[in-house]
């Protein structure tokens, strides 16, 4: 039997991690800390439920916060705001009807001395929000921010970048994003995996080589064979670097910035490579270490900066190298909508700088006639071709190879380079960006 709290806590909780969030925290941290200081009080059986209601609220927050606006005379404290976010969120994509969704919020605000006195503002915000929504929607969509729940210039950004494609963009970035699984090589094809799957009563289609979108999320732990390594969670996109990579069994292979080994579990099932799997962070090194081992796949764990290879290089170079570099991450938002909100301007001028260091820092390291595949889970043309454009430009034995995928459902390969997110049935993935780069004499 089910033990949730009542509804009122369950926003309540969210509500404290919206308001960390505005205030710097990732979604993920955020609703951690958050369900921690509620605890005891908030079962187990709740934690879907305050985990659903942040990401939806996070997803709709330029729009409720523009709302907010309209509807507040002076700009309520950051809990009263986030509560009323919320609410606001819930009302705009309604799960129940609107008058128990109102009278939680008010039950809600009641629950902690810091929204206590607020619950009288609250009520007669949301209830008016209720009787003129479209109204209010109407007029808070003239602003930008709050049409699309994307910061201004994130919108400005992408309109320079994607001049013909920036609101299907936007609008691709809005999904809620599929659990896709890939396939481990070495334990199933994929379309064998995909019969057992069907046997288990788990529907699925596939949408790349090793890829497979489940038609409804379900807990991974329980799909067949997980703890015995026949699959991993990873989106379509990001599947493609391996592959892309172009490994042969015997080569030497730096997977550079490899936490938490998405993409170095995957090299491991496509050949028997050596594979040094760099990562600047320790803690986050150790999930590589148990990807690893749920496939049963050996790496060299190295803890280390790309930046500073002279502190960790052994001075063998590498036939392939693998750079999967920090980024601003706009073209996983589907996944993480918190990014949107957390990042600056600045930013995109900081991480494109380090990416080109990264670049230049990792070069020597790749013998003559070896390939280095740079990539972003971006969409900011500065964190790609800005990147490689300018890395070329200094850089004149490094040969740009055209990348070739072949597509589900189509008959020919396409040169992929900067893949925007899509949601479509064949072609549901993240947005990414692939160059390869191959050294000359
Ligand atoms: C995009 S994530 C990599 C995802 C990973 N390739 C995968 O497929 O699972 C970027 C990683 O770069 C690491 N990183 C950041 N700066 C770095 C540096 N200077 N040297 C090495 N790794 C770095 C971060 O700790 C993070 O784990």
Redesign the pocket.
């Known amino acids: 039997m089910s033990e949730r709290a009542a509804l009122a806590q369950e926003f309540a909780v969210a509500a404290a991690a919206i308001a960390a969030m505005l205030g710097g925290v990732a979604l993920p941290a955020a609703l951690s800390q958050a369900i921690a200081a509620a605890a005891p009080a908030l079962p187990a059986d709740s934690l879907p439920a305050v985990q659903d209601i942040a990401y939806r609220s996070t997803r709709q927050l330029g729009l409720c916060r523009e709302v907010g606006a309209i509807l507040n005379a002076h700009p309520p404290a950051a809990r009263v705001a986030a509560l009323q976010i919320v609410a606001l969120a819930q009302l705009i994509e309604p799960l129940r009807a609107a008058a128990i969704t109102v009278d939680q919020a008010v039950a809600g605000a009641r629950l902690h001395r810091m929204t206590e006195p607020a619950a009288g503002f609250l009520n007669a915000t949301l209830r008016r929000f209720v009787r003129e929504s479209d109204d209010l929607l109407a007029r808070a969509q003239r602003n930008q921010e709050a049409r699309w729940n994307f910061p201004r210039w994130w919108i400005e950004q992408l309109r320079r970048d994607h001049p013909g494609s920036w609101e299907t963009i936007l609008a691709a970035s809005n999904q809620t994003p599929p659990l896709t699984l890939r396939v481990n090589r070495r334990r199933f094809a994929r379309d064998d995996y995909l019969a057992l799957l069907g046997a288990a009563g788990v529907s699925a289609r596939p949408v790349g080589p090793q890829a497979l979108v489940l038609a409804t999320a379900s807990p991974v732990t329980a799909l067949p064979e997980f703890a015995a390594g026949a699959v991993s969670v990873?989106d379509a996109g990001?599947q493609m670097?391996a592959p892309l990579l172009d490994v042969a069994d015997g080569m030497r292979v730096l997977?550079?910035?490899?936490?938490?080994?998405?993409?170095?579990t995957h090299i491991l099932e496509l050949a028997d490579c050596e594979v040094i799997a760099?990562?600047?962070?320790a803690e986050?090194l150790a999930r590589v270490a148990q990807n690893l081992d749920r496939l049963g796949l050996r790496a060299v764990l190295q803890e280390?900066?790309?930046?500073e290879p002279q502190t960790w290089w052994d001075g063998i170079q590498f036939d392939r190298i693998?750079v999967?570099?920090?980024?601003t991450?706009s073209g996983i938002v589907r996944r993480h909508p918190d990014v949107r909100w957390l990042r600056r301007r600045s930013d995109l001028a900081t991480l494109s700088a380090?990416q080109g260091e990264?670049l230049a820092q990792l070069w020597p390291l790749l013998r003559v006639g070896g390939k280095l595949l740079y990539a972003?889970?971006s969409v900011f043309r500065a964190e790609g071709e800005g990147v490689v454009d300018s890395f070329r430009r200094t850089h004149h034995d490094a040969i740009r190879r055209g990348l070739a995928w072949r597509f589900e459902g189509s008959e020919a390969p396409e040169q992929v380079d900067q893949l925007l997110p899509r949601a479509d049935p064949l072609r549901d993935h993240d947005g990414f960006f692939y160059a390869m780069l191959e050294k000359s004499v």
Do not use: E, H, Y
């Open positions: 990873q990001a670097a997977d550079a910035c490899a936490a938490p080994g998405g993409k170095t760099l990562d600047v962070s986050r280390g900066s790309a930046l693998l999967d570099a920090p980024c991450a380090r990264i972003t889970c």
